[in-house]
């Protein structure tokens, strides 16, 4: 199926030249002006044609008016997934070819007729100065579109039935004030990575379910350049031949790295756009997927309560950012909290919380970098740091802050806790040994694949204990360990947990009792699906506050529960009882 622009396009790259090689008649017939013209006249017969009557702005429904899609199917594909992203303008429809043992990501939109299409470029001419330059602000930007699509198609007299306006409006919304093309993609939930690796080559996403598959959406080179020159302009970024790779933060939050032309990037014009989530996960989420254990989530609880500095490690896409940020919500609720990034990832549901974000030379300033925002951030006073990732001198100053009694969380990239020691302590961010003992966990997180598929695990939490007087090499301890083979988490024993322990002045049993109390809250949230951030936060801070009055809601809960199991049980096992003996259960049957 083919949307709209595509001869649109096909239509601007033949009034630039760009489509293949013309013979000068044809050059001579087909200038800037003459097809303007033609255009002109083309758009006049049409207008002409279909003058009429006035248009009525009326909520499409569905029901009344009839869909907005056609579709047939996938020739040589079996649909084995349908899910609306923009309802009710826009779906994906994902296709399994049996042969070549793949899938296919299919955007279906709506079709327009060609007078459809004419219109459609017309009003993106007439539309677009009037939105750009409104005097009034105006609170429903959607409205005010559509409003204005209504006004400029009475005006060409276009006689449309409601069907046809709502399909002008999607792709002029989805035009501008949407991503165009990708749009349907970024509104998919379930797409986490978009990739696009030149012109005319298919796009590609990561699906949470499906992993790595290829599009039917893919641009044109006059297009491409366009689309990535748009997407930097829009999130303040300057992008051009001379300067052509940007690493930026969409509007959504959103992720992209962009490069233009064909210098760096010898396929073309490229962007990879790693999608924020609407909502942030939380710890429960993090159980939901198997990525920790309720042990494992107590025990980062208590640490992060007890003022411990954590990093979190893996490659790329291991989640480390996500359990950051999730572990986050750990975070005793009036600390005064400062995070650092240089693309905005981190989303903290915390009162007392300052955000910094790295900021490039604009005209005659200077960049902000992450060394400054991490030496201003001393200055604030924070009791928690966190760093998007630390990758050269700013490591530096994050340690410092460590030594000096500050808690810290970051990332990088390293696949083992030995190789995330030796990183720190070479070149290009050159720890020295001795502030490297002040982290206290590492976690080391992994995407691998099981029999059920692509997951993120926790392989390891590592606690760092010091230098060792005779090798004066650092030495650390594991905690917990993932088993691969039976896809379960392992207690190594604490010693962190000991010195927690200790500074509280608590027994064994007080520990243990902590650490039990805690992870009753977390299967508690777990099993009763409480993963909204803003719940998840509010219940964690009700427990910091009035810790045995949470504890005996959960009490409550479970032994609710327990009666109810043992009165299912019961009327379970007397059925069964009344089968045995010969009664059929219910009556009405005939006895042996």
Not at 51 to 69: A, K, W
């Amino acid at each position: 199926m083919t949307t709209p622009e595509g001869d649109l396009e096909f239509e601007r790259g033949r009034a630039d030249g760009t489509d293949g090689k013309r013979s000068p008649r044809w050059m001579a017939d087909n200038d800037g002006e003459t097809i303007l013209e033609r255009a002109r006249r083309m758009i006049r017969r049409v207008l002409e044609a279909i003058r009429g009557t006035e248009i009525d702005l009326v909520e499409y429904q569905p029901s009344v008016h009839g869909p907005l899609l056609e579709f047939d199917g996938i020739s040589g594909l079996e649909e084995v997934d349908r899910y609306w992203v923009n309802a009710p303008f826009a779906f994906v429809t994902i296709g399994y070819d049996p042969d070549a043992n793949h899938h296919r990501y299919h955007v279906v939109e709506p079709t327009l007729r060609p007078d459809e299409r004419v219109l459609l470029e017309t009003l993106f001419e007439d539309v677009r100065d009037p939105l750009l330059y409104r005097d009034e602000p105006h609170d429903d930007v959607e409205t005010l579109l559509r409003e204005t699509i209504h006004e400029y198609l009475e005006r060409y007299g276009a006689e449309i039935d409601v069907r046809a306006f709502y399909r002008l409006f999607y792709y002029v919304h989805r035009d501008f004030r949407g991503y165009g093309r990708l749009d349907p993609i970024m509104h998919d939930p379930h797409v986490e990575d978009v990739s696009c690796d030149g012109y005319e080559l298919p796009i590609f996403v990561y699906h949470d379910e499906y992993t790595d598959i290829e599009t039917n959406v893919s641009f044109k080179k006059a297009d491409l350049d366009r689309f990535v020159v748009r997407l930097a302009q829009h999130s303040g970024r300057h992008i051009s031949i001379g300067d052509p790779m940007v690493e930026t933060t969409l509007s959504d939050g959103s992720r992209a790295e962009l490069a233009l032309g064909e210098e760096v990037t010898p396929r073309g014009s490229a962007f990879t756009v790693r999608k924020y989530a609407d909502e942030p996960f939380t710890p429960v989420d993090l159980l939901e997927y198997g990525t920790f254990s309720v042990e494992q989530m107590a025990y980062l609880w208590l640490a992060i309560e007890h003022n411990k500095s954590l990093i979190f490690a893996g490659g790329t896409a291991s989640g480390k950012t996500t359990s950051m940020n999730a572990i986050s919500m750990f975070i005793p609720p009036r600390s005064k909290v400062l995070t650092i990034e240089d693309t905005r990832e981190l989303e903290l549901y915390h009162d007392n919380w300052l955000s910094s974000v790295t900021r490039e030379r604009l005209h005659d300033g200077k960049d902000v970098t992450m060394y400054d925002l991490l030496r201003s951030a001393l200055r604030h006073r924070p009791e928690y740091i966190v760093v998007g990732e630390v990758r050269g001198e700013e490591a530096i100053t994050l340690f410092q802050a460590m030594n000096t009694g500050h808690t810290t969380y970051s990332t990088m990239h390293a696949d083992s806790v030995q190789t995330v020691i030796n990183r720190l302590e070479n070149e290009p961010i050159n720890v020295p040994r001795a502030m490297v003992q002040s982290l206290d966990i590492l976690s080391v997180q992994t995407l691998t694949r099981l029999e059920s598929g692509r997951v993120r695990r926790n392989k390891v939490l590592a606690e760092i204990e010091g230098i060792d007087q005779r090798t004066g090499e650092l030495d650390y301890s594991t905690a917990y360990t993932w088993d691969s083979e039976a896809d379960a988490f392992r207690s190594e024993g604490s010693q962190l947990l000991a010195e927690i322990r200790e500074e509280r002045g608590w027994s064994q049993t007080d520990l243990l009792r902590e650490l039990e109390n805690r992870q009753r809250f977390l299967e508690y949230l777990w099993e009763n699906g409480i993963s909204d951030y803003r719940q998840f936060t509010a219940l964690v801070n009700e427990y910091y506050a009035d810790k045995a009055s949470v504890l005996e809601t959960i009490q409550a809960a479970e032994e609710s529960r327990e009666s109810s199991d043992a009165s299912t049980t019961d009327e379970t096992n007397a059925g069964n009882d009344s089968t045995a003996s010969g009664t059929p259960v219910g009556g009405g049957g005939r006895q042996e």
